[in-house]
């Protein structure tokens, strides 16, 4: 276990040797971060953790709760849905507690120290802030002037990009399921209007979504973008004043899983520089895609690629994955990876990772990395960043030591 000063020191000095918030731009990480998660971390005590953002110096954790301690468990504090802690020292953020009165799904850094919150709530500190709204990290404040106009539905996932804000959920204004928006005012892009559809389930809805240079990445419950045939997975161009379905298809996630999975991603990820991005998914112990992380090249065309490499767990779900040079973190409530003849079951090959685990990101097979978690429903987040590996869940055990639903991993 490291101790919190020398974790503050390690903190510090990356974030000055950067020059730049710690959410500026991707993280590469060259090593596979430890399996010894760091003590000074703060405590979630009810509910679950969905999502984390990290904006300067300041963890910003999002989910569907009501307390949080200090990282000792000496003092306990109010806090709905939404908190903030100081990522050097672990200290809890005292005037950030804005009341947010549902669950948070999608966090996502802002300029001038503020954060995007989307999620499934009607209202922020008692004023109307449906689905989406801007808070200062000062005090937790909603920003003035940012008035998105969400409608019919919630917000899932959250990506800012040069003055731009990709939203994604099952809303049905400004546009259906998937928006971009003036990071600004909330004002929808004229320029962006690709519309999924034909939706597996009773609703379209974007589950996850990530950017990268001109390329946003998009899954959900859909089968089509603008019309094109894009099974619950495409990507976007929008490297160009007008938005358009890039000339990228894959059949990989055409097939049925488990009857109560009509649709099954979840989480996604683009490697730093990138070239590629990785998908993980829910669905049952079939064969295909159910229950597995995949790797797929970003540049690719083609209306049938295949990906470059399948991880399955062999009948647990993935829901969170994170990219970086060293490793693909992934995490759910799986019991193993490298499992494709596992049927529920552990198949030849299969290795041991409970809860968490991590990829190679050339080979796709399990790294040696196995810190080991309370499996509970899952990772629900992940946040890389210039420290470590950030990690969100519904639990309280992780790297075997107590950290209820947030911990880290700093790099050695």
Known sequence: MLARVALAAIIASALVAEGRPAAAAPVAHTRVVSADPIDSTPHVLDGIVNAIAVVGRTVVVGGDFS?????????????????????????????????????????????????????????????????????????????PGFAPRVVGGSVNALASQGGKLYVGGDFVAPREALARLDATTGAADPGFDITPGASLTSDVKVYSLAVSGRRLAVDGSFTTLDGHSRPQLGLIDIG?????????????????????????????????????????????????????????????????????????????????????????????HQRWLDNP???????????????????????????????????????????????????????????REYHARIGMFPLP
């Open 341 to 399: 003849r596992g049927r529920d079951s552990a198949g030849p090959g299969a290795v041991s990772r409970p809860g968490i685990g991590a990829i190679h990101p050339r080979t796709g097979k399990a790294l040696s990395w196995n810190p080991t978690r309370e499996r509970g429903i899952g990772v629900k987040a992940f946040s890389a960043h210039e420290s470590g590996l950030l990690v969100g869940s519904d639990t309280t055990r992780l790297g």
């Open 67 to 143: 307390e949080v301690s200090d990282a000792a468990r000496t003092t306990v504090l109010p806090r709905d849905n939404l908190f903030a802690f100081d990522l050097p020292t672990g200290r809890i953020l005292p005037d950030f507690a804005p009341v947010v009165s549902g669950p948070v799904h999608a966090l996502a850094s802002g300029e001038r120290g503020t954060v995007y919150v989307g999620g499934d709530f009607h209202g922020v500190n008692g004023t109307r802030s449906a689905a989406l709204a801007r808070l200062r990290l000062s005090d937790g404040s909603v920003v």
């Open 240 to 332: 160009g004043p007008v938005a358009r379905v890039a000339p990228w298809r894959t059949a990989a996630y055409a097939r049925k899983c488990g009857s109560a999975f009509p649709s099954y991603v979840r989480g996604l990820d683009f490697a730093p520089d990138g070239s590629h991005f990785v998908v993980v998914t829910t669905g049952g112990p079939y064969r295909g895609m159910c229950d597995t992380a995949a790797r797929f090249e970003t540049y690719a065309k083609g209306s049938d690629i295949r990906p470059t490499w399948v991880n399955a767990t062999g009948g647990d779900s993935l829901y969170a994955v994170a990219v970086t040079r060293a490793a693909v973190y992934v995490g759910g």
